[in-house]
Nanobody
Framework: VQLQASGGGLVQAGGSLRLSCADS????????VGWFRQAPGKEREFVAA????????SYSDSVKGRFIISRDRAANTVYLQMNSLKPEDTGVYYC?????????????????WGQGTQVTVSS
């Protein structure tokens, strides 16, 4: 699995960004995929996840109602649409492939990680 995360940038509070996670080796089609983020000085935390077929998803309480995770299985890409962004959403966002086919929320279930993309939300 080789994951490439992109789409980060600098945005004002209230704005939107869409992150993409492309699996260039096309080996995650039967696995759940998740997004995590890490702010400076903090641990990496779960943000959102989607099951292998896109039929179910999970969100952290802090992003529920603002972020939407989706996947295009034909393109082997998972997206994270981030709306109503807040300064506390700032961090490096990582996508990862889970050992499970489900929308797992536990970091230890993820064994392949992308390189991360920086998201900065200004107030």
């Amino acid at each position: 699995v080789q994951l490439q995360a992109s789409g980060g940038g600098l945005v004002q509070a209230g704005g939107s960004l869409r992150l993409s996670c492309a699996d260039s080796r096309r080996t995650s089609s039967n696995n759940g995929v998740g997004w995590f983020r890490q702010a400076p000085g903090k641990e990496r935390e779960f943000v959102a996840a989607i099951s292998w077929n896109g039929g179910s998803n999970s969100y952290s309480d802090s992003v529920k109602g603002r972020f939407i995770i989706s996947r295009d299985r034909a393109a082997n890409t998972v997206y994270l649409q981030m709306n109503s962004l807040k300064p506390e959403d700032t961090g490096v966002y990582y996508c990862a492939v889970s050992r499970s086919s489900l929308a797992a929320t536990t970091r230890s279930l993820y064994n392949y990680w992308g390189q991360g993309t920086q998201v900065t939300v200004s107030s």
